[in-house]
């Protein structure tokens, strides 16, 4: 492969802003930061800024980003489904996100499509874990007790997920399910965290209600999706609980982010009603979690809804700068932070030599006004423009 030179106005290495030092790549990787650019080396040049290719930590490739998206795949057939992923996959990388962590599909879809060229990195959980009639029971991951539990784990394992993920709390895409409380019982979801550790696996729980954001901690996953900490009254979060999920190294992956005006599932709505919760209770709440030292990745459920599509992590990005978190910080969190936490920080998520050329280059500077990341002006998927 021929080796060529990016020279960007701006670099953000995933960490921290370098300047303008050409990166030059080669061999699907990148070859250097800064020094001389080797004589005949074709040069990118943008007045934009040069990033890391982006994480979307919580993405449904099956879902097609409608109405009901996830309610549909049941009814997929096998080649309807493939279309639905194979197009979820392109829309995430023309926005720039070159690595998704799938979170819940049917039938092990997404596993298949691991490894592809021309596509984003995959990491999957095949279908989440949940009780009988559960959220997203329609995914296949019902289990009824510690013999189903035991054998769900092994399946996973046995089928090389990534990741084991969990519905600890009932949902608001899932009709007849409490959002508020716990699915599991303390030593079934323990039972499902020690099971998945001793195959290997880290574990991530589902978990808007406080009562299993509670339950998740003390079970001893490896981190929580939402992590909403809802009550009857409001959102509910002590400083003594966000210091915990600190300290036991779980990490977060809040979903925060929308495209244009999203109409909540109705059992979110009633709860925002009732309780006069707002997005910007919300918002407070996640950087609360990041001024105590928890470790926030960006993830922004796409596939759900239409508020929800594909290629929107840039908003989830957005909305943590939006409560106050530093913009590097952010961006560390569809980046260095998420690679570090998916263990992919060897070799992606950073500009850095011997990492792979998974690349993004913006109009404008995020680093001054972070809706800059919304403006992919080019793509490079190991080292090729895509």
């Known amino acids: 492969m021929n080796g060529f030179a990016i020279r960007a106005a701006r670099v953000f290495d995933g960490e921290r802003a370098l300047g303008d030092p050409p990166v030059l790549v080669r061999d699907g990787r990148i070859e250097a930061v800064g020094g001389p650019v080797p ?3 074709p040069v990118v040049e943008h007045p934009g800024t040069l990033l890391p290719g982006l994480f979307d930590m919580h993405t449904h490739l099956g879902g097609n980003g409608t109405f009901g998206a996830l309610d549909r795949l049941a009814g997929y057939t096998e080649d309807e489904l493939d279309g ?65 539990i035991r054998a769900a784990v092994a399946e996973r394992a046995e089928r090389g997920v990534d990741v084991v993920k969990v519905m600890a709390s009932g949902g608001g895409m899932t009709p007849g399910t409490d959002i508020m409380g716990c699915q599991f019982t303390l030593a079934e979801l323990r039972l499902i965290v020690d099971e998945s550790h001793r195959a290997g696996l880290p574990v991530t729980a589902h978990a808007h209600g406080l009562p299993a954001v509670e ?9 929580i999706e939402h992590c909403s900490c809802l009550t009857p009254d409001g959102i ?3 400083d003594e609980l966000a210091a915990e999920i600190a300290d036991r190294g779980i990490t977060v992956c809040p979903t925060l982010g929308a495209i244009g005006e999203m109409t909540p599932p109705p059992a979110i709505q009633e709860f925002l009603e009732r309780t006069g919760s707002t997005i910007r209770h919300r918002i407070g709440q996640v950087a609360r979690l990041a001024r105590a030292g928890v470790t926030i990745v960006s993830g922004a459920d796409s596939g759900i809804s239409p508020g929800k599509p594909h290629g929107m992590v840039a908003s989830s990005v957005e909305w943590l700068v939006d409560g106050g978190i530093s913009t590097e910080a952010a961006l560390a969190s569809a980046t260095s932070v998420a690679a570090d936490v998916t263990e992919l920080g060897e070799r992606k998520g950073r500009i850095r030599p011997g990492f792979d050329a998974d690349l993004l280059l913006v109009d404008g500077d995020p680093l001054t006004d972070i809706t800059a990341l919304a403006r992919p002006a080019k793509v490079w998927l190991a080292g090729t423009a895509v």
């Open 84 to 148: 639905v992923i194979g197009t979820a996959l392109r829309k995430q990388l023309a926005a720039g996100v070159t690595t998704v962590r799938d979170l819940g599909d049917r039938r092990y879809a997404t596993l298949r499509w691991r490894g592809r060229p021309g596509l984003p990195t995959i990491l999957a959980a095949g279908p989440p874990i949940t009780t009988a009639g559960g959220h997203c029971w329609n995914m296949g991951g019902e289990v009824r007790g510690e013999a189903e």
């Open 215 to 223: 339950q998740a901690v003390r079970a001893g996953v490896d981190g």
């Open 236 to 238: 509910r979060m002590s």
């Open 39 to 41: 004589a005949g080396r």
